[in-house]
């Protein structure tokens, strides 16, 4: 979910207009004044040719673009694709500069103006669903069919897992967990000790990234690990939209 979409005017750092989608919230004087210097900032690093592109802010990637004093960037979440968000966000500013290049030079400074181009950001981003990527949530098997009996109990509610529920769900247990692999897992040397806890963790709810940092593990390895359960067939995955 792309969750803002920011217009920004850089002589001023004013916010010309702002696209909300998703739950991230954001001060959007604060926002501008530190894209801004983070824009300006790149620029005397890349010699002015302006490569910064994305920034890492732990939860989810601000990505940017800018052209001929203006800047446009979105909060995006980190399973969105960046390379489609990079270029909607070239087509929002190919667009914006085309329209308001010229009021730009003799601005006054009423954001009014602005207003009408909201439509167009919104189609281009698909109002924050442009380059979202299915979440792949692995579960052992010896949990799926308890998962499926509880998804089925949702669906005759009309609920359907988000990826929002994710959030909710993740710091829990669902009651299925209990069971356990056969310990031969073990002695017969398909897993270690490590591999067969966190094996337990791929309960339907937990992304890779979330077994992660429950562990204390770096994501690569997990994904290692995941990779691993998967060929020794144990592992499903459900994917979550």
């Known amino acids: 979910m792309i969750h803002n979409v920011y ?11 702002h696209r909300k989608y998703g739950s991230i919230e954001f001060n959007q004087d604060l926002v501008s004044g530190f894209i801004t210097a983070l824009k300006d900032f790149s ?10 592109k994305v920034i890492d802010m732990q939860v989810f990637y601000l990505i940017l673009v800018f052209k001929e004093g203006v800047l446009v960037t979105a909060a995006a979440d980190k399973n969105d694709d960046a390379r489609v968000t990079h270029k909607a966000l070239n087509d929002i500013i190919d667009k914006f500069l085309e329209s308001f290049g010229n009021v730009l030079n003799d601005w006054s400074g009423d954001v009014r103006i602005f207003r009408g181009f909201s439509d167009t950001i919104d189609d281009i981003m698909k109002n924050g669903k442009v380059a979202e990527i299915p979440l792949t949530i692995p579960i052992l098997k010896i949990y799926k069919k308890d998962f499926n009996k509880s998804q089925n109990r949702l669906a005759k509610k009309g609920i359907v897992l988000s990826e929002e529920d994710l959030k909710d769900i993740s710091d829990k247990k669902p009651e299925w967990t209990s069971k356990r692999l056969p310990k031969q897992v073990i ?5 270690d000790k490590k591999q067969y806890e966190i094996a337990h963790k791929c309960d339907g709810f937990h992304t890779a990234r979330d077994i992660a940092e429950e562990v204390g593990l770096p994501e690569s390895k997990i994904q290692v690990i995941i990779d691993n359960l998967d060929k020794l067939g144990m592992l499903k995955f459900i994917e979550i939209k």
């Open 7 to 17: 217009i920004i005017d850089q002589n001023t750092g004013i916010c010309l207009i």
């Open 43 to 52: 620029v005397e690093f890349s010699k002015g040719s302006g490569e910064l």
């Open 187 to 191: 002695t017969q040397g398909f897993l």
